[in-house]
């Protein structure tokens, strides 16, 4: 009887934890975007969502664990993953290009608050700078093989190394904000001008 009631018990439990989290990642993403990072604190993130402190500790035991959690959901929600997987099995390398400007752009406008947040991390959060720069080489090293590509296929109208930096410095979060956010320009109409400015930079 004992063993029936824990297994009846614990779903219910995990349930009430995942909504806790999940009211915690919510209030510290609306906070992120108002107060940015050192003003988004454990105790006005605990306050906004309705819970004590010390709970916030037990589900994340840090802020930038919280960061951490927010990074990997927004990646989630958009299918991150999923669309890398496609854009590196397309064949087409100026297709390769527009899926890249899709991806910049959706990552950008679903993720906002947490990318903003992790761009002007204070020094003392070394982890989290950490995990921004490694972040920062993996996108990198994903449209390397974008110019690979263009490389391989006789389409590359720069040298390699100068088209990497072409395309790694239009495709940043910065360029967004500035376009988006700083210049008004509706996201679509940002994702247009990427994957056609890089076609028009980059491919013979």
């Not at 991390?121 to 090293?141: C, D, F, G, K, T």
């Not at 910065?174 to 930079?201: I, K, M, Q």
């Amino acid at each position: 009887m004992a063993a029936s009631k824990r297994a009846y018990i614990s779903p219910l439990r995990k349930a009430k934890s995942d909504a806790t989290r999940e009211r915690l990642l919510n209030a510290a993403e609306s906070l992120l975007s108002r107060r940015g990072y050192s003003g988004a604190t454990l105790e006005a993130i605990a306050k906004k969502a309705g819970v004590a402190t010390p709970t916030v500790y037990a589900i994340f035991g840090s802020k930038a664990e919280i960061a951490f959690a927010l990074v990997q959901r927004v990646k989630g929600a958009i299918g991150l993953a999923e669309r890398f997987l496609a854009l590196e099995r397309e064949p087409d390398p100026v297709r390769k290009l527009r899926l890249s400007a899709e991806i910049t752009s959706l990552y950008s406008r679903k993720g906002w608050s947490v990318l903003e947040a992790l761009r002007t991390l204070p020094p003392s959060e070394i982890r989290l700078r950490r995990v921004w720069q490694e972040a920062e080489r993996s996108r990198r090293r994903g449209q390397e093989t974008i110019i690979n590509a263009l490389s391989s296929a006789g389409r590359l109208r720069l040298p390699h190394d100068e088209a990497l930096d072409i395309l790694f410095s239009l495709s940043a979060h910065e360029t967004y904000r500035l376009y988006v956010n700083d210049c008004g320009w509706a996201p679509e109409r940002f994702e247009n001008w990427l994957a056609a400015t890089s076609e028009r930079l980059l491919v013979l």
